[in-house]
């Protein structure tokens, strides 16, 4: 599976932004699709999934939005109400994770190449 993302950019805090994941490969459906973000000094961190359900990180529950179409073999994260604390560059992975695992870095196969995301004041 080899992952493209895509959709990053500059908005002010409180701004919306969508990013979009594009997947190769015939068996996108079958995969556990998630979103990370690394911020400058820090760890890479989970931030939404979507499986047979979707999942997100406290930080942006309520303001992110994780989904996919298939059809497509697309994946998507709606940010809304966005914050300086969520300037970062924005990862997406493709994996098959247990539940513990769902979350966390290692849980993830493939990833892509990252868009930065800055939010501004």
């Known amino acids: 599976v080899q992952l493209q993302a895509s959709g990053g950019g500059l908005v002010q805090a409180g701004g919306s932004l969508r990013l979009s994941c594009a997947a190769s490969g015939r068996t996108f459906g079958n995969y556990v ?20 359900s979707t999942y997100y990180a406290d930080s942006v529950k309520g303001r992110f939005t994780i ?13 809304n109400s966005l914050k300086l604390e969520d300037t970062a560059i924005y990862y997406c992975a493709a994996g098959m994770p247990t539940f513990a695992l769902r979350v966390r870095r290692e849980g993830y196969d493939y990833w892509g190449q990252g868009t930065q995301v800055t939010v501004s004041s």
């Open 67 to 79: 989904s996919r179409d298939n059809a497509k073999n697309t994946v998507y994260l709606q940010m």
């Open 33 to 52: 699709m998630g979103w990370f973000r690394q911020a400058p000094g820090k760890e890479r961190e989970f931030v939404a999934g979507i499986g047979g």
